[in-house]
């Protein structure tokens, strides 16, 4: 039986359409059975009717505190029967009470590589800091912000003179990429947690390093 997710997204929610695709071309098992939005404008609600996906619209400013606002939302997700929390562009900080409910069963998606750049600029914060290479972490959550178990990171170089438009688009090309995968081998069992080491079955190092090579930026000149 596929495995039933819901994706909680705050904005554009490409993210959630990568996560469509995965699941239309058949290669991602899963049943997206709801979809939230805490704002009405977010164009993922749109993403998601268009699909025939059931979505809630629940507003954080209708709600007295967090506390009220995540206890809605879990009313939602618990009456929909969904057994994994994919939070994709979700703006919001869960509190306590939906971490511990849903507990090693939410997962992130975030456009750096953890544990550097946390919060929500991690692009512009990588890019004004002068790194050489960006990227994406999918990571569980735990109470503590951006801080969860590490599942898979993609490396994303740039040049010094790319603005931070052009590397957040790159970065979402990879984005797009892990999270339908990472959500494949939850759906398929394949994800073992022990502490803050993730592993997950029958997967080696990246080709690219078996074969003796590894991602550098700036490119490396012949000799080197
Ligand atoms: C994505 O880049 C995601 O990594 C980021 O918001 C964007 C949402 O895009 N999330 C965070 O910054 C969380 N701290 P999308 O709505 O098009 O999927």
């Not at 506390?67 to 994919?86: H, R, S, T, Y």
């Not at 990879?174 to 398929?188: D, G, K, M, N, S």
Request: aromatic share 6%; charged share 20%.
């Amino acid at each position: 039986m596929a495995l039933k997710i819901a994706v909680l997204a705050s904005g554009s929610g490409s993210n959630l359409q990568s996560i469509i695709d995965a699941v239309t071309r058949g290669v991602l098992h899963a049943e997206i059975a709801l979809v939230i939005c805490n704002r009405s404008d977010a164009f993922a609600l749109e993403r998601a009717q268009k699909a025939g996906i059931p979505t809630a619209t629940i507003l954080h400013t209708e709600y007295k505190d967090r506390e009220a606002f995540d206890a809605a939302m879990i009313e939602q997700l618990q009456c929909a029967g969904c057994e994994l929390i994919v939070l994709a562009g979700f703006m919001r900080l869960l509190t306590p009470l939906f971490i511990q409910t849903f507990a090693g069963k939410i997962v992130n998606i975030h456009p750096a590589l953890l544990p550097s750049f946390k919060g929500t600029h991690g692009i512009a914060d990588a890019v004004e800091y002068g790194v050489k290479l960006a990227g994406c972490t999918v990571h569980f959550v735990d109470e503590i912000m951006d801080n969860g178990a590490i599942i898979a990171q993609a490396v994303v170089p740039f040049a010094p003179n790319e603005s931070v438009d052009v590397v957040q688009k790159r970065v979402l090309e990879f984005e797009h990429r892990i999270y339908p995968q990472v959500l494949q081998w939850i759906a398929t069992g394949r994800v073992q947690q022990n502490g803050r080491k993730v592993s997950v079955q029958d997967t080696g190092l990246p080709k690219a390093l078996t074969n003796g090579h590894f991602l550098v930026s700036p490119q490396l000149e012949d000799g080197f």
